[in-house]
């Protein structure tokens, strides 16, 4: 199926009150699990490059690996640049194919961060691809470097949505990203506050730290993304782990990888189902 962009699939989510999962890859086996256990839900799905991964494969070569995999499937699939604060890589990425991309400048003072979510909305609308920026900021980057944690004004959020007319808006209500433990402190009160005022389908960034009872809940909200990125990280190297305990001479790579996924395979599927998704494609 061709790539969509991500408010086609937020739009159902936002109605319907469930949220799209959005899951970081970084090679080619992650991602093809994370296609194969959402085709196998029947859920939509939001595949995200950024930080390593972007370096790794660049944006020509990610966004043909995204359209591969999502040609062999019938259920929605967005290509998605998560995390970027670089117009320039912004750019190269919607031309490589990429359908949605998020802007992030919540490092930048907010006056800043709203003049640049413009320019990449005005951009990306000329090639039917979807922008998500952040107002607000969650602890620590995407990559685990320091970041202060800035909790959303709900009293900002209309003004931001009006401002750059974004189509999905990241908000910070007390994830952490890089978490390895479901013990992120949630103020669910930000969370309906937020919910209740936002124009626009709002976004969870480092829900793998997050309590699956929080999880079931804001995925109700007004929260109909929700990026999931370490925790299939920690699945993904606990099975190469394993493979290689049991089979300590094994020295294919690509036996490695491939008796290493159906972990993330599982764990997707389990996301999926706790954020209603499934079924829904």
Same mark, same amino acid.
């Given at each position: ?5 991500? $408010? ?31 085709q196998e ?18 944006p020509t ?8 995999? %999502? ?7 967005? %290509? ?5 604060? =670089? ?5 190269? =990425?919607? *031309? ?15 006056? !800043? ?28 980057? !995407? ?8 909790? $959303?004004?709900? =009293? ?5 949505? !009006?401002? $750059? ?11 952490? *990203?890089?978490?390895?433990?479901? !013990? ?10 937020? =919910? ?22 804001? %995925?109700?909200?007004g929260f ?5 990125? $370490? ?51």
């Open positions: 199926m061709p790539l969509v962009p991500l $408010t086609e699939v937020l739009k159902d989510a936002q109605a319907k009150k469930y949220a799209v999962p959005g899951f970081n890859f970084h090679l080619y086996e992650d991602l093809v699990a994370i296609v194969e256990a959402a839900a029947r859920s939509p799905v939001i595949l995200m490059a950024a930080g390593t991964c972007m370096k790794h494969w660049g070569l990610a966004a043909a690996l995204i359209k591969e995999v %999502a040609d062999s499937v019938d259920i929605p699939v967005v %290509a998605h640049l998560d995390h970027a604060s =670089s117009l320039e890589l912004i750019f190269k =990425s919607i *031309h490589a194919g990429f359908t949605s991309v998020m802007y992030d400048g919540s490092m930048l003072p907010v006056e !800043e961060n709203i003049a640049n979510s413009k320019i990449v909305v005005k951009v990306a609308r000329a090639f039917d691809v979807s922008v998500e920026a952040e107002l607000g900021r969650v602890a620590k980057g !995407e990559e685990g470097e320091s970041a202060v944690e800035i909790l $959303t004004d709900p =009293s900002d959020v209309v003004m931001f949505c !009006e401002a $750059t007319d974004v189509d999905a808006l990241a908000v910070a209500v007390g994830t952490v *990203h890089g978490m390895q433990k479901q !013990e992120a402190k949630i103020h669910l009160d930000l969370v309906d506050a937020i =919910s209740e005022v936002s124009p626009v389908p709002l976004v969870l960034h480092g829900s793998s730290g997050v309590s699956d009872n929080d999880l079931r809940y804001i %995925a109700t909200t109909s993304k929700i990026n999931i990125g $370490t925790r299939l990280k920690t699945v993904f190297t606990e099975g190469i782990r394993e493979v290689l305990q049991n089979d300590p001479d094994l020295n294919d790579q690509l036996k490695l990888l491939k008796l290493a996924v159906p972990r993330v395979k599982d764990t997707v599927k389990e996301k999926i189902e706790l954020l209603g998704s499934g079924n829904r494609a």
